[in-house]
C-alpha cells in the first residue's frame, strides 16, 4: 500500500468525526438562537402606536410623557450611521448648531437632562470644599437622586426665595458664601432653572445674580430643560437667555417631544472636560444618529407649536378654577400646579382616574 493510499486512509475516522462535531455545534448555535430571539411586532403595530398617541395627548401628568408623532419616526429613520464615541455627523452637527444658536463655543450630546446637570456641574467643580447655591424647588436639588453630593462630592445651599417665585439678588447675596469666612465651604457655583416648575424667570434678575457672581469669580449654570418654553413665550432668543451663564443644559425630550436626548453647551476646553465625563459616567453612546434626527425634527416642527401648547395650559387653569380648584402656581408657560383638596380630593384619586385612561 502506498504512503499517500495509507494517509488517507487515517484522515478518514478524522473527516468524520470533524463532519460530527460541527453539526453538534450548528446544532447547538440554532438551540441558543432560538433562545435569544425575541419579536416585539404585534401583528397590528402601527394601530397601536395610534392609540397611544391618542391616549398621550389627554395625559396631564408630566410633559415627561411624551411619543414621537408619525412623521419624527419616519424622518429618524433616514440618520446618518455613526458612532459618538469617536464621529457622528449629523449628531455633531445638531452639538454646532445648538452651540451657535446660544452663543457658545461648543455642544455635548447628551442621554439625559440628569445627565447633562451633573456632568456639567461636576465639570465645573475642580477642587473641594466648595458649595453650590441653588432654589430649593429645583431639579438638580430635589429630583436627581443626590447627584451633586454623590458625583461632584459638593455641598449645596438650597435657598427659599423671598418672594415665592424666584430667587433674586438679595437672597443671592444673604446665602452666597464668600470672603475670608473658612467654616463654611465657598460658592463655586449658582445653578438656576428656567422655567422652574413652568415659571419664567425674568431675565433682568438672572443678569443682576450673573453680573455679582461673575464679580465674585462664582459660575453661573442653566438648567434649561425647558428654556424653550421661555423663548418662545417672549420671543427672546435662546442666545440672550443663555448669555449670563457659563454652562446651560437644554433638553429636547419633555415640550419639544423628542425621544431622548439633552445637550449641554459652554466653553470648548469645558466641552472637553465634559466630553470625558460623559465617558467616566457611562454616557458615551454609539449609533446616536436617530436621536440627534429626533432632536432636529423637534427644533424644526414642534417648537413653533409652544405658544399654542401655553394656550391650551391657560385654558385649562381657567377650567379648573371654574370647578373650584385652587391654583398654586399659576400657567406661564406649560404646567399648573393646583390644590386638589381644595375640591374635596387627592393627587392619588385623580392619578387613578389617569390610570383609567390609560396614561400610565
Known sequence: MSHRAFSHLLRAPFRSQTRT????????????????????????????????????????????????????YEYAVQAT????????????????????????????????????????????????PYTVLLDHRCHVHRYEVG????????????????????????????NMVYGPDVHSAPTEVISLENTLNGTIFPQEDIIAISNFAHSQNVIMHLDGARLWHVAAE????????????DSVSLCFSKGLGAPIGSMLVGPKEFITRARRFRKLFG?????????AFSAAYALTHHFPLLPKVHDLTRKLEAGLEEIGLTI?????????????????TTFEEMRCEQRNFRCL
Open 21 to 72: 462535531m460541527t453539526s453538534d455545534l450548528e446544532a447547538a448555535r440554532a438551540k441558543v438562537a432560538a433562545q435569544v430571539k425575541i419579536d416585539l411586532l404585534s401583528d397590528q403595530q402601527a394601530v397601536d402606536n395610534n392609540l397611544r398617541r391618542q391616549l398621550m395627548t389627554r395625559c396631564f401628568i408630566s410633559d415627561t410623557i411624551t411619543v414621537p408623532t408619525k412623521e419624527m
Open 81 to 128: 450611521l455613526g458612532d459618538d464615541v469617536y464621529d457622528e455627523p449629523s449628531t455633531a452637527a445638531l452639538e454646532a448648531h445648538v452651540a451657535q444658536l446660544t452663543g457658545k463655543e461648543a455642544g455635548l450630546f447628551m442621554s439625559s437632562g440628569t445627565q447633562s446637570n451633573q456632568i456639567g456641574l461636576r465639570t465645573h467643580l475642580k477642587q473641594p
Open 147 to 174: 447627584g451633586l453630593a454623590f458625583h461632584s462630592g459638593a455641598a449645596v445651599t438650597p435657598v427659599i426665595p423671598s418672594n415665592g417665585h424666584h430667587l433674586t439678588l438679595d437672597d443671592v447675596k444673604a
Open 234 to 245: 417672549t420671543g427672546m432668543s435662546m442666545k440672550e437667555l443663555c448669555d449670563p451663564f
Open 283 to 291: 454616557g458615551g453612546m454609539r449609533q446616536t444618529g436617530f436621536m
Open 328 to 344: 398654586l402656581s399659576r400657567a406661564e408657560t406649560c404646567m399648573i400646579f393646583y390644590d386638589a383638596a381644595s375640591i374635596g
